[in-house]
């Protein structure tokens, strides 16, 4: 049973508007949520955390919302860019122990000019 | 510095076969985990050692998954009698106490 669902497996934007990712959860027990980013060939990399007990938490261009009663978080990235294309993983830290990751399937981003 | 490698990149086994997976956390780091990304996927938690002690191993699939850190740093991940089932990529990731994880690159296994 999926505990991190990103149910929509592409996404296409283009340069300069908003890209939005979202991201949805079933367990209330989950400490810290995460994105990380993938381009091909290359592991996953850190991107924005936000803790459960806040709504929003902001770098540069990105911002992650976290809505607690919806289950919902949600990436904003503005505005994109071409390089921003690659695979997006919402990510989710239980309460206790230390730090295993749940994933979500994923998001492909293509950002076209 | 230098960051998480893993070797071999890619790995091509003969079902039955054994493989050995090979993890060079970052230096000094305690923390490290692997995973298992089927295609298609997010990585799904594989085991996570503190040091050199494995403290959870519960996302094994199988018995015939096993993994070690002798000295607290290199850890190898093995798996005996590969099935095509096993065919994902393995990722390991380090991470200094706990905080952020830094992944390697990943070794791509397809058994034929």
């Known amino acids: 049973d999926q505990q991190v669902k990103q149910n929509s497996p592409s996404l296409s934007v283009q340069e300069g508007r908003i890209s939005i990712l979202n991201c949805d959860y079933t367990?209330?027990?989950?400490?810290?949520f995460l994105w990380y980013k993938k381009y091909p060939a290359e592991g996953p990399t850190f991107l924005i955390s936000i803790s459960s007990i806040k709504d929003k938490n902001e770098d540069g261009r990105f911002t992650v919302f976290l809505n607690k009663s919806a289950k919902h978080l949600s990436l904003h990235i503005v505005p994109s860019q071409p390089g921003d294309s690659a695979v997006y993983f919402c990510?989710?830290?239980?309460?206790?122990?230390?730090?295993?990751?749940?994933f979500g399937a994923g998001t492909r981003l293509a950002v076209h000019p | 510095g230098a960051g998480v490698s893993q070797s071999p990149r890619y790995k091509v086994a003969k079902r039955g076969q054994d493989v050995a997976l090979r993890c060079d956390p970052i230096s000094g780091h305690v923390s490290l985990f692997w995973y298992q990304q089927a295609l298609g996927q997010g990585p799904e938690f594989l085991t996570y050692?503190?040091?050199?002690?494995?403290?959870?191993k519960s996302g094994l699939p199988s018995d015939r998954f096993f993994a070690e850190r002798p000295e607290g740093s290199v850890s190898t991940l093995k798996i005996q009698r590969t099935q095509q089932e096993d065919s994902a990529v393995y990722l390991c990731?380090?991470?200094?106490?706990?905080?952020?994880?830094?992944f390697g690159p990943g070794t791509r296994l397809t058994v034929l």
């Open positions: 367990n209330s027990m989950f400490d810290y």
């Open positions: 050692f503190q040091n050199e002690a494995q403290l959870d």
């Open positions: 990731a380090s991470s200094l106490a706990g905080d952020t994880q830094y």
């Open positions: 990510a989710a830290i239980p309460s206790g122990g230390y730090n295993k990751l749940i």
